[in-house]
């Protein structure tokens, strides 16, 4: 199985195409938020960085894959919204310490293997916020249909999802499809302070800040 930045890039413009709107939840989350400097952690093609930047003075965007870094540049180029893009890995985050106000980090946590660096990935997110700031963390769980026969026993699931990409060829990608005790007790257990939790369309959320 390949580090996920280096799947990305074989599939960043299909996978872009398929990916135009923001997600309702972050729409939600960042309803009534504001601040200087905002991060898109796992930017993807910017789609929620575009959000962010309504919200904030300065959104950076990053991503360990550079083939969506460069989809994400096009988007800002093209709807004209600011956007600081750096190639980076979630689990050592290439920002100073409270550099950041609002942050979302969004279907990315569960592309990272083993626990330890999911873990470690939360604490630098808690490390770049700043004091009164708040993040969103989403992950896929087996709450999801997709998932309703598998056996899990409470702890995730590790597989391989496919991505079709036009003529037939897939990629496979790894993922950490977390239950929802269990991403709970993650995100607990890390050095963010949790504000809220839910379960939303087979993913789960948590809001929040640091301590």
Not at 30 to 53: F, I, V, W, Y
Not at 79 to 87: G, I, K, N, S, T
Not at 130 to 155: C, I, N, Y
Not at 173 to 202: C, Q, T
Request: a negative charge; glycine letters at 8%; hydrophobic letters at 35%.
């Amino acid at each position: 199985m390949t580090h996920a930045g280096h799947t990305y890039d074989r599939i960043a413009s299909h996978f872009s195409k398929t990916r135009e709107y923001a997600w309702p939840e972050i729409e939600e989350f960042l309803d009534g938020r504001s601040g200087k400097r905002g991060l898109d952690l796992g930017c993807g093609n910017g789609r929620h960085a575009e959000l962010l930047a309504d919200h904030t003075e300065r959104v950076v965007g990053v991503d360990a894959s550079r083939g969506l870094l460069a989809e994400a540049a096009d988007r800002s180029r093209e709807r004209e919204f600011p956007l600081d893009l750096v190639a980076g890995d979630a689990g050592t985050i290439p920002l100073h310490a409270d550099a950041v106000n609002v942050a979302v980090y969004v279907a990315t946590i569960h592309h990272l293997r083993p626990r330890e660096r999911r873990l470690a990935s939360l604490n630098e997110l808690a490390r770049v916020l700043a004091p009164g700031g708040h993040a969103l963390v989403s992950a896929w769980s087996t709450a999801h249909t997709r998932f309703e026969d598998e056996e899990t026993d409470g702890k995730g699931l590790d597989t391989e999802v496919d991505w079709t990409l036009p003529g037939g060829k897939t990629v496979p990608r790894y993922y950490h499809v977390y239950d929802p005790a269990e991403f709970d007790r993650e995100v607990a257990e890390s050095a963010l302070v949790v504000e809220s939790v839910e379960v939303s369309s087979g993913n789960c959320y948590a809001v929040v800040t640091t301590r």
